[in-house]
């Protein structure tokens, strides 16, 4: 259900014409902006 996706600690997102679903639960704060697209480009790193 659309409505319960708030609640995961996922997201899916679309790099290079390739989706990829990511574990939020150890990203830090998205707020904090430099360690959050550290987080990220590690992540889309590991899944190539």
Same mark, same amino acid.
Request: no cysteine; hydrophobic share 45%.
């Given at each position: ?5 708030? @609640? ?6 679309? =790099?290079?014409? %390739?989706?990829?679903? @990511? ?6 704060? =998205?707020?904090? %902006? ?15």
């Amino acid at each position: 259900m659309i409505e319960d996706w708030y @609640l995961t600690e996922q997201i899916v997102i679309e =790099f290079n014409h %390739q989706f990829y679903s @990511l574990d939020t639960g150890s990203a830090p704060d =998205f707020m904090d %902006q430099e360690k959050y697209i550290a987080w990220l480009m590690e992540q889309l790193q590991i899944l190539r």
